[in-house]
């Protein structure tokens, strides 16, 4: 008994140590226990506290089966598996500062300097009209290529863009938000007006043949591909998920990914439509 609790008391020491490094995925073992005892999710603070205490716990509760009866020699064990326990805990911690050390969090936000100019285009819009990319010259683009088909990529990055216009406030006047279709065969006009205006009345939707899109895409360095099989019409299509931001006078000026921070993206787009 006494050595299983060491063995557990020194694998949780090490684990909680490593984890107050926010080494994340040491989390999602306990939260899940947690949330299938508790039935609600652990808040990520909660978790190295709560390993450390059952690592403590059982290096203690071995300790005093050692001890029991007392010697000398059962004493001087004792005193190894709390040493031990301790330098587990060392370890965890050294190694959770490596880890973060080594693995670094992806840029957010990419600029591009100098800014880049960029071609124009003319793609289909939801009226079945025409719009090129110099008619909203003047203007700040926001630019995503999705599909209305998209089961989370794309509804993510259109709230996204909702958000930041809603912060932009005015601002927002001066923006042109713009969701090109990278699956040409399923998104007509009509179904992608319906679906940019799901999440804003303003916001355009534009369409094209896959090869005249695709060229356009290659510009930003976007890629995209059907996973489409025979005729089916159910199908996902891979694709880049960036947003790309384009100043009044055409020029690419930077790119941001899913995960930046909304407030980040208003303040860098703000920058673009003072021309900073």
């Known amino acids: 008994m006494a050595s299983v609790l060491i063995g557990f008391g ?7 140590a490593a984890y107050l490094q926010d080494v994340r995925l040491l989390a999602e073992a306990p939260a899940a226990f947690w949330a299938f005892i508790c039935g609600q999710p652990l808040a990520d603070a909660m978790i ?52 973060r050390a080594a693995v670094q969090t992806p840029q957010a936000i990419a600029y591009l300097t100098p800014p880049r100019p960029m071609p124009d285009f003319a793609l289909t819009n939801g009226d079945g009209g025409i719009t090129r990319l110099s008619d909203l010259r003047g203007k700040t683009v926001m630019l995503f290529f999705g599909y209305t088909h998209c089961p989370d990529i794309c509804p993510l990055a259109l709230s996204e863009m909702r958000k930041v216009k809603a912060a932009l406030g005015k601002d927002a006047e001066q923006v042109a938000f713009v969701f090109v279709s990278v699956d040409g065969t399923r998104d007509t006009p009509e179904a992608l007006r319906r679906y940019v205006r799901i999440f804003d009345p303003d916001f355009i939707g534009l369409t094209g043949p896959e090869s005249q899109v695709r060229l356009i895409a290659l510009e930003y360095g976007a890629h995209f591909r059907s996973n489409r099989v025979g005729s089916s019409m159910t199908y996902t299509v891979d694709h880049t998920a960036d947003t790309f931001v384009i100043d009044a006078q055409g020029r690419w000026r930077f790119a941001y990914g899913m995960n930046a921070p909304t407030e980040a993206v208003v303040r860098e787009v703000r920058k673009v439509i003072r021309g900073a």
């Open 10 to 16: 020194a694998v949780m020491s090490f684990l909680g």
């Open 48 to 99: 190295p506290p709560l390993i450390l205490i059952a690592g403590t716990a059982s290096a203690v509760t071995a300790s005093a089966l050692l001890l029991r009866p007392a010697s000398r020699l059962r004493a001087a064990v004792a005193s190894v598996v709390v040493l031990g326990t301790l330098a587990a805990a060392g370890s965890g911690y050294l190694f959770g500062a490596a880890n």
